[in-house]
């Protein structure tokens, strides 16, 4: 034991197993711990119930988590859809110019989330930036996607964009050109060089953009409270309530638990589907 | 089509490449036959890889014609041309097993599954690989293995041309000897026109019928290995073959020349027509000394300076009295020259094994 501590890989380690053990482990385990408390107690040494899980399940939590696993899986989905071209060209055409593109994206991340989200209400506002303009130049007035759900997935398309686009641009530029070369000069069309070749190799980076991409909209709260309003409640929203303004931390804990169980399900089962290793061409 | 008797497969004409002001490729003409194992040697830079790009269609010739069977294909992209290119990095799928890529073409065209499989299995063996490797990743391949299975791929695309893109250059010595004979035995079983490119004329001279030699994007000599390597049009080529003593001369009468550097005048039989002033080149092998330089007709004294084993040869370095060239001399191991370091010597050659250039 002591053997297995003093070698310089495990010392090296010691700082971010504490830091993991303090900062992530710990938590988690509170959280399992409080899910099965009874309700609204603060005590961990309550007797064990199941209380919280059957208030979960026959209330109406699940249209919560519908709304926030269906807008994940929206944003994700657009966000491949606008980020392929765009990483595509970064990774093998752009050349120079694509740092300056890698820099206007990541400078905002440098502005506060929120305070971004607050610059699209403006924006969005009725007599905002968008209607004020149009109205100005057109003399229109058109309805302000404002605290509607489009408005959520504008805002979680557009925090989110960065985690997406930087992983696809790893994964095409792994794609080397000479493979889609002797694809085209095999004979397969432009379609099948990217079905048979730049896609598999490159699903590596869409696999982890997208990944990101979902957990993090699935744990988003503020899109959906600056940008939607009261349009739809999502998860993190109920669990944020259940802890602060109902003061039940047992049935606050449970919804969480839920969520990380539920998307824990979900990756694992993708990544079973998929094996990265093979697509790397390790194997 | 009008592929009549003896008209070339593959024809070159006038086909220049710029990239931006650069000429890449200069006026390049060019012939290859039905069936021939054709070599494109030059140094890096010379142009052959955007001349095998453009031939495979993955770059446009800025002018000139591309003509395969009497069909000019400049604006057919590859995947639609009947040939089929060996990349250097070989670019095997990494996702797939030996199997899928060399059934790849065959599934782009819509064959079959068992009949691929079949098709594979029949190239597995022509290529001397076990019938197991079928399901095997390319990552748990050897460096031959994979050579293998990159031509095979390429073979069940059943091209015209094959065309190759120096893939043994990776390889350590031994091993590139053993496929360079392969190669030339499975030219021979398929019968199929084969186009190498390489930077190594020595692997040119193995494999080839017939030998292009290129320098800064021009086509400088065409010809059988035995023709470049007896009669080199220019120095270029003379110095390509590996190493020569190159002296700069001049003209003095009929079959004689004299060296710039120390006046010397020398013999030779035979002089390109309208010579004035040009290069000799002598090959190491042919230079003779101590004893065996006497009496012939070109001679001069040095001093022996330095000696090396090359194997079955031994080379020295000889420096001559005159103008202090450095000349290369070789003996066969079990003939050494007679003398030692740092002695006078005479080294001579014969006027026929000499070959005069121009430029």
Redesign the interface.
């Known amino acids: 034991m002591m053997k297995w501590l003093m070698q310089p890989g495990v010392r090296a380690a010691v700082p971010v197993m504490l830091l993991m053990l303090i900062g992530f482990i710990g938590p988690l385990l509170m959280v399992t711990g409080y899910s099965f408390m009874p309700p609204r107690t603060f005590s961990l040494l309550g007797t064990p119930t199941l209380a919280n899980f059957i208030s979960i399940v026959t209330d109406s939590y699940y249209i919560s988590f519908f709304w926030s696993i269906g807008l994940a899986f929206t944003t994700v989905v657009i966000l491949l859809v606008i980020c392929y071209p765009v990483s595509y060209g970064m990774a093998k055409i752009f050349g120079p110019w694509a740092n300056l593109v890698t820099i206007i994206i990541a400078v905002p991340l440098l502005i506060s989330e929120n305070i971004r989200l607050f610059g699209w209400v403006l924006f969005l506002l009725k007599n905002g930036i968008a209607d004020g303009s149009l109205h100005y130049l057109f003399d229109v007035h058109l309805p302000s996607i404002l605290y509607t759900v489009p408005a959520i997935v504008l805002g979680l398309v557009y925090v989110y964009l960065p985690f997406m686009l930087f992983p696809l641009v790893i994964g095409l530029a792994m794609v080397p050109d000479a493979l889609k070369e002797a694809a085209s000069d095999l004979g397969a069309s432009r379609w099948q060089v990217f079905r048979e070749v730049e896609l598999p190799l490159a699903m590596p980076g869409i696999m982890i953009g997208s990944l990101l991409v979902f957990v993090l909209s699935l744990g988003s709260l503020a899109e959906s409270k600056i940008l939607g309003g009261q349009a739809v409640v999502m998860i993190a929203d109920d669990i944020e309530s259940a802890f602060t303004f109902a003061q039940n931390w047992p049935k606050g804990s449970m919804l969480a638990l839920l969520l990380v169980i539920s998307s824990g399900f979900l990756i694992f089962f993708l990544f079973k589907r998929i094996d990265l290793d093979r697509l790397i061409g390790r194997r | 089509m009008s592929s009549g008797v003896g008209e070339p497969v593959l024809q070159l004409r006038n086909i220049v490449k710029m990239f931006g002001d650069f000429k890449a490729v200069d006026d390049i003409n060019l012939a290859i036959e039905e069936g021939e194992f054709f070599t494109i040697v030059g140094p890096s830079g010379s142009g052959k890889t955007t001349m095998i790009r453009m031939l495979?269609?993955?770059d446009r010739p800025t002018a000139g014609d591309i003509i395969l069977r009497g069909k000019r294909i400049n604006d057919v992209?590859?995947?639609?041309r009947p040939t089929?290119?060996v990349?250097?990095?070989l670019?095997l799928?990494?996702?797939k097993t030996v199997g899928e890529n060399i059934e790849?073409?065959l599934k782009?065209?819509g064959v079959e599954r068992a009949a691929r499989r079949l098709r594979a299995e029949e190239l597995l063996a022509q290529l001397r690989l076990p019938p197991e490797s079928y399901s095997k990743?390319?990552?748990q391949c050897s460096g031959g293995e994979r050579q293998r299975v990159a031509l095979a791929?390429?073979l069940a695309?059943e091209p015209d041309i094959l065309f190759f893109d120096e893939p043994l250059s990776s390889l350590d010595f031994r091993l590139r000897k053993t496929l360079e004979k392969e190669l030339k035995d499975i030219h021979r079983e398929t019968k199929k026109t084969f186009v190498y490119i390489t930077h190594s004329l020595e692997e040119a001279m193995v494999m080839s019928d017939r030998i292009g030699i290129m320098n800064a994007g021009k086509m400088v000599q065409v010809g059988t290995p035995a023709e470049i390597y007896d009669t080199p049009h220019n120095k270029f080529v003379g110095e390509f073959m590996g190493e020569v003593n190159t002296i700069e001369v001049e003209r003095t009468g009929d079959k004689r020349v004299r060296s710039i550097s120390d006046g010397a005048e020398y013999i030779v039989s035979f002089e390109p027509d309208g010579f004035v002033h040009g290069y000799l080149i002598i090959r190491p092998e042919i230079v003779k000394i101590g004893q065996a330089a006497e009496g012939l007709p070109n001679k001069i004294q040095g001093t022996v300076f330095n000696d090396y084993s090359l194997g079955s040869r031994v080379q020295y370095q000889v420096r001559s009295d005159s103008d202090q060239f450095q000349w290369l001399v070789e003996r066969l191991q079990d003939e050494p020259y007679e003398g030692g370091l740092d002695d006078t010597v005479f080294i001579g050659w014969r006027s026929e094994d000499s070959i005069l250039v121009s430029d």
């Open positions: 495979v269609g993955m992209p590859a995947s639609k089929c290119m990349f250097q990095s670019a799928f990494p996702h790849f073409s782009i065209a990743g390319v990552h791929r390429a695309y």
